[in-house]
C-alpha cells in the first residue's frame, strides 16, 4: 500500500507542533491523543491498527495490538481523513517540551527503527510495529532502548523528540550515546548495548551503566533531554509525602502551602 502524500508544516521553534494539510479523501494517522486542533470537514475515527495493511485478519490485529500492550503502548491509532472538497488542516503536537522530526522515508529507505515513544504521526499505509531487539546485552540492559518502534512506508512520518534534536551522519563510525538520547535511525546502522567504561566509572561517574552504540552508515537522530531525565529531576525535587520541604524551590512552596492552608 502506497502512503497517501501530505504538505505538513511545523509550528514553533521549541515546544513544536506540526500542521498537515490534507486533500480531499487523505489521511493521516497519530498516536491517541497527539491531536491539538482540526479544521471543519476532518472526521476521526479510532481503529485497531495504524491500516497500513487493509486485508490484514482479525488474529493479525490481535497479534499486533498484543505486542503494543505487552510495552505498555496503546493497541489504538487515531485515522483523520479529510472528508471535504477542499483543503483542510489538523495539527499534531508531542506531550511534552520538545521538537518534532519529519521523516521522508521515501529518500530514507523507506525504514525508520525509533525509541517506543517516539512515533507521533504519518501518512496512511506507513506500518508502526513494534519490535525487540534481539541482542542479548540490548535485552537485559537497554532500558529505554530495548523495545523500538519500527516505521515502514514512501510518505512522510513525523517523530518527537525531547530538548535539541541533533541529526548526525555515520560513515562507517561508531557512536556511543544513552540509551535514552536515542531519537531513531535507519537501516546501514547497527545497534547494541555495552558497557560503560570501568566499574569506578558505572558505579560513580552518573552516566548509566550501560551506552548504545551505534556503528554502520546511516543516519541517526538523538535528543538533548529525554522525558524520562526530565521526569526523573521533577520527582527528586518534588515534596515528599511526608510533608517534608526538600530540593530546589522549597521555601517557596513551603510558603505557598502555607498561603493555602496546608499549615
Not at 142 to 167: C, N, P
Request: charged letters at 20%; one cysteine or more; proline letters at 3%.
Amino acid at each position: 500500500m502506497r502512503c497517501h502524500e501530505l504538505d505538513y508544516e511545523l509550528i514553533g521553534s521549541e515546544m513544536q507542533l506540526v500542521e498537515v494539510e490534507l486533500d480531499p479523501n487523505e489521511t493521516v494517522i497519530a498516536e491517541a491523543g497527539a491531536m491539538t486542533y482540526m479544521e471543519e470537514d476532518i472526521q476521526f475515527e479510532t481503529r485497531m491498527g495504524d491500516g497500513s495493511n487493509p486485508d490484514e485478519g482479525i488474529m493479525g490485529k490481535l497479534f499486533s495490538a498484543g505486542k503494543r500492550v505487552f510495552t505498555g503502548e496503546s493497541i489504538f491509532t487515531t485515522h483523520f481523513t479529510n472528508q471535504g472538497i477542499g483543503k483542510r488542516r489538523v495539527a499534531f503536537a508531542a506531550p511534552y517540551p520538545g521538537n518534532i522530526v519529519p521523516l521522508n522515508m521515501a529518500e530514507l529507505g523507506e525504514r525508520i527503527v525509533c525509541q517506543k515513544d517516539a512515533f507521533l504521526c504519518a501518512a496512511l499505509g506507513t506500518r508502526v510495529s513494534i519490535t525487540f531487539n534481539r541482542r542479548i546485552g540490548a535485552g537485559f540492559f537497554g532500558g529505554e532502548g530495548f523495545i523500538l518502534q519500527t516505521l515502514e512506508g514512501d510518505g512522510m512520518a513525523f517523530i518527537q523528540a525531547g530538548g535539541t534534536v541533533i541529526k548526525k551522519e555515520l560513515k562507517g563510525e561508531t557512536l556511543r550515546v544513552d540509551t535514552g538520547c536515542l531519537v531513531g535511525f535507519t537501516e546501514g546502522v547497527e545497534y547494541d548495548i555495552q558497557r560503560a567504561g570501568g566499574l569506578k566509572s558505572m558505579v560513580f561517574g552518573g552516566e548509566g551503566l550501560f551506552l548504545a552504540t551505534l556503528k554502520g552508515t546511516g543516519t541517526v537522530w538523538l535528543q538533548s533531554l529525554p522525558f524520562s531525565r526530565m521526569a526523573d529531576r521533577i520527582l527528586a525535587h518534588a515534596p515528599s509525602s511526608g510533608g517534608s520541604d526538600q530540593g530546589e524551590g522549597s521555601v517557596l512552596g513551603g510558603i505557598g502551602r502555607m498561603i493555602g492552608g496546608d499549615r
